[in-house]
T-cell receptor
Framework: DAGVIQSPRHEVTEMGQEVTLRCKPI?????LFWYRQTMMRGLELLIY????????DSGMPEDRFSAKMPNASFSTLKIQPSEPRDSAVYFC?????????????FGPGTRLTVL | AQSVTQLDSHVSVSEGTPVLLRCNYS??????LFWYVQHPNKGLQLLLK??????LVKGINGFEAEFKKSETSFHLTKPSAHMSDAAEYFC??????????????FGQGTILTVHP
């Protein structure tokens, strides 16, 4: 299996622009998670999906952030408009089942820089 | 609620010497515990996990961790450090119940430096 795939790996944009991050989970996994990693706050869960349905978006920082999962093999995280404080590494992860013991597998991340 | 505290933000060892990365957790339910490693500019890779079976868990690359419920600890060890072990390590808890069921809570990370 190719693992969790994220694109782009690096994104540099200017404040006010729209940014779209993409994720392809591991085939057969029912759960998909979006995380943000910053020096100040560490790793934070933004939102997660089960069978393409958003379950918990309490970690999404504000209305400028939105996430979708139109099918089992694709998800997007969109920031509109972007701000310099959104600069971070964004990780996508997927998991097979709804058990607390199951492993989440992480993608390589997208490093976002907002100028 | 669940939480994780990694007691050292930085650990520095010499190659060939033992590694100890400390982690304490708090959980309202019987948790699962994980250690992930992140090499520079890479994603997170699972090292090992505890899921209420054996309290001593062996992982990849010679790492192991011991779950001690009485001490609420899950320290990561390796007998002999290798240069390739230099990375950031995250202790993670996944709770078995409540509103945090199945969610991961990450520690702040420990950066391991290995000197030749």
């Amino acid at each position: 299996d190719a693992g969790v795939i994220q694109s782009p790996r690096h994104e540099v944009t200017e404040m006010g622009q729209e940014v779209t991050l993409r994720c392809k989970p591991i085939s057969g996994h029912d759960y998909l998670f979006w995380y943000r990693q910053t020096m100040m706050r560490g790793l934070e869960l933004l939102i997660y999906f089960n069978n393409n349905v958003p379950i918990d978006d309490s970690g999404m920082p504000e209305d400028r952030f939105s996430a979708k999962m139109p099918n089992a093999s694709f998800s997007t995280l969109k920031i509109q408009p972007s701000e310099p404080r959104d600069s971070a590494v964004y990780f996508c992860a997927s998991r097979y089942r709804d058990t607390f013991t199951d492993t989440q597998y992480f993608g390589p991340g997208t490093r976002l820089t907002v100028l | 609620a669940q939480s994780v505290t990694q007691l050292d933000s930085h650990v520095s060892v010499s190659e060939g010497t033992p590694v100890l990365l400390r982690c304490n957790y708090s959980s309202s339910y019987s948790p699962s515990l994980f250690w992930y490693v992140q090499h520079p500019n890479k994603g997170l890779q699972l090292l090992l996990k505890y899921t209420s079976a054996a309290t001593l868990v062996k992982g990849i690359n010679g790492f192991e961790a011991e779950f001690k419920k009485s001490e609420t600890s899950f320290h990561l060890t390796k007998p002999s450090a290798h240069m390739s072990d230099a990375a950031e390590y995250f202790c993670v808890v996944s709770e078995a119940g409540g509103t945090s069921y199945g969610k991961l809570t990450f520690g702040q990370g420990t950066i391991l430096t290995v000197h030749p």
